[in-house]
């Protein structure tokens, strides 16, 4: 019996979050996920941050990425900076950029002279275009994996669908703006989850 109630210590001690060692860590972590990231980095931000590394949860990588896109600039550069930050302040959120856009910058630059020659080649426009594929394959997937992260939103699964529906048909369908998806969906997402968040901290301000 003593043995095994002084393991409970450790037990309790193991779930502990797990983070960055330092920024070097954040940097290389950020490098090898932007080198990874053919077709879609998001995908892979998942994946590393989420499963693998653990430094966020299925719901704090909704939120953040949430956020990446309302702001402007590229979403993963912002949720790179966003990640960065939460852990090492302005030293870290400087790796994670460099990071997510050092190599692949110089991947880029390498790849725009090669091409620039056989851009008109059919077979190349071709694989851009099996590229594309692979690309819309990837978010779609990371879609359906973060789905389970709404189910406890405070705004319920209901509202979280219909926005969810309402946005993809704004955007995919009627091919409304982005900043009057952003104004109008993203407002009624805002005024509910505000209303819903106000009637569950009613109860504990009451006598």
Known sequence: MPESHSSHPGNDAAPQRARPHSVADLFWSFTWLALQGFGGVVAIVQREMVEKKRWLTREEFVEDWA?????PGPNVV?????IGDRYFGMHGALAALCGMLGFPLLIVLALAAILSNTADI????????????????????????????????????????LLAVGTFVAVALLRVPLVWVLLVIGGLGFGWAYRQIGQLRAPQGAP
């Open 67 to 71: 956020v990446a896109q309302i702001l």
């Open 122 to 161: 059919p077979g190349i426009q071709g694989a851009l275009r099996g590229m594309g594929a692979v690309a819309a394959g990837l978010f779609t997937a990371t879609g359906i994996k973060l789905i389970g992260a709404l189910q406890s939103n405070v705004m319920g699964k209901l509202a979280c669908t």
């Open 78 to 82: 912002n949720l790179s900076l966003m």
